[in-house]
């Protein structure tokens, strides 16, 4: 299921993106969620894509969040519970941390960080290199490269965890999934951190590695010659 709301507008390359990995896609407005004529129990995989739902109104994400939060709890703990999978992109993952979804150390759905204002105080359109992280996310299980490349968009992507208890529990539990990092996998200022993110965090997971959250868009660089310099450099 990629989800979609007013706003969504990464949803058609983010269906491309699981349609060329084998799966087959479906988009549902989360009116249809909400007013039961799609069930999310009928599918294996949640997508919650980028964009700016609902205008970003009073933060990323957030309305949306309390949408799946208030009015979808139920059915989201039972998908849950069966061991299906989640992951949300750029204002997904917004949404996924506003709902308490990401990172739920707790178990109980509440905020435990935020996705705030970037330190450059503007939006951020750039590609920047990600270090993968030893964590539990299934997501990047079998991911080859320990370095990778993608762009980012938003405006709201310092990642920050609520209190500094929370911020070593996402080491120390293996819930740090990719942080920025410069080409050689090294940790670096603006604008190797767009956004000046905690920890240099891009990507987080929750305790069963099964719900995924990242702010750069990997639906975006799928193949060689998306990469701006793929004439120059090849594959």
Not at 68 to 82: N, S, T, W
Not at 188 to 211: L, M
Request: glycine residues 8%.
């Amino acid at each position: 299921m990629i989800l979609r709301a007013a706003g969504t507008n990464c949803d058609e390359e983010t269906a491309f993106a699981f349609e060329k990995a084998g799966a087959k896609t479906e988009a549902v407005h989360i009116n249809q969620l909400v007013s039961g004529e799609k069930e999310l129990k009928n599918y294996q995989i949640l997508a919650i894509p980028g964009g700016f739902t609902y205008g970003d109104d009073i933060a990323s994400g957030r309305i949306l969040a309390n949408e799946l939060k208030y009015k979808l709890e139920d059915e989201l703990i039972r998908f849950i519970k069966k061991g299906k999978l989640i992951i949300g992109i750029c204002n997904g993952f917004q949404i996924l941390v506003k709902a308490g979804l990401l990172p739920n150390l707790s178990g109980e759905f509440k905020m435990e960080a935020t996705l705030t204002l970037n330190d450059s105080a503007r939006f951020e359109d750039r590609w920047v290199y990600l270090k993968k992280a030893d964590s539990k996310c299934i997501w990047t299980l079998t991911a080859r490269e320990e370095i990778i490349y993608l762009p980012v968009a938003h405006a709201e992507g310092k990642f920050i965890a609520r209190d500094e208890n929370i911020r070593k529990l996402l080491d120390s539990e293996g819930l740090v999934v990719f942080r920025y990092a410069d080409k050689d996998g090294n940790p670096g200022t603006y604008p190797v951190n767009p956004n000046g993110s905690a920890d240099n965090i891009a990507g987080i997971c929750d305790q069963t590695g099964r719900i995924f959250g990242l702010m750069p868009h990997p639906e975006r660089h799928i193949s060689f010659t998306q990469h701006p310099r793929w004439t120059r450099q090849g594959q």
